[in-house]
């Protein structure tokens, strides 16, 4: 597609010259891109139970992170680019006009995997809602299948019905996952890295007299105070915070709620330090 876009024409006059993009198009997509990648980690959980223990974590993370970002960084200089050839049309629409109907015809197909994906993490992520409730002794293929289909049945009628508007109810719903896992991430990078150092006791998860307990109410709190943090300074078409205009429309919640959860989270944790060192004891002395 780039290639066809390259020799369809050049650019537009006006698009050769870049304009500095205001403070709040910038943060918006880097809003974007850090959703993107923070989003993978589900599917990271999913799939690295199948690799072998004894795996590099090094090469594992840059594995990841770098065909994560190659492949989100080319795909968005595509659309940018087509986008710019073509101003009047939507990216969609460039693309179907420079490469033809044989492009959107790929496209589709290749969402039919993605979607196969995106279907059997959504099936885990029930899974493990319903196990905090009852434990699922033996996994059988109506347990797995069930909620694989539920979750593709749902995943088909939102985009029946919301096809139309496909890019502002993405970007849309994207803004919104963007506040509610920033501090959720934030408080787990700060836990794995700065507390308890990648020991864990793993068993205690599913265990309500495990090392954790029922809950881990630090985390909880901090993760509330990140998003409490988060709305005075969301800009979203559903909802501006009352300090957004004085920012020019930049939406920089997720940068304050990511400083606020980790900041909250390592505070709870010092002022309770005999709690979580007992944590640790426990992991380390599991692992």
Sequence with gaps: MFI?????????????????????LFLAGVALLVIDMLSFGPFVSDYTRYL???????????????GNVLATVGSCAIGAYLAALLPALG?????????????????ALSLINADTFNA?????????????WRRFKAVSVTVRLVPFVCVMAAGAVISYLGYTSFVPNLSNFLDVLLVIFIPWSAVNLADYFLVRRG????????????????FTW???????????????????????????????????????????AAIIYLLLVSLTASTARHDRQVAATVR
Excluded: C
């Design 218 to 260: 630090r985390g909880l709190l901090a993760y509330a105070a990140g998003l409490a943090a988060e709305w005075p300074f969301v800009s979203q078409p559903d909802y501006t915070g009352p300090l957004v205009k004085t920012l020019g429309g930049a939406d920089i919640s997720w940068l304050v709620g990511w400083f606020a």
């Design 4 to 24: 066809q876009g390259l020799r369809y024409g050049p650019l537009p006059a006006h698009e050769t010259t870049l304009a500095r993009p205001s403070a709040g």
């Design 91 to 107: 990216p969609v629409a460039a693309i179907g006009k420079v490469s033809g109907k044989w492009a959107l015809i790929i496209m």
């Design 199 to 214: 020991n864990y006791d793993v068993a205690s998860f599913f265990a309500a007299d495990g090392a954790y307990g029922r």
């Design 120 to 132: 059997y993490t959504g099936a885990f992520q029930v899974l493990a809602f319903a196990g905090m």
């Design 52 to 66: 072998p223990a004894q795996t590099n974590g090094r090469r594992l993370f840059w594995a990841i992170y770098a």
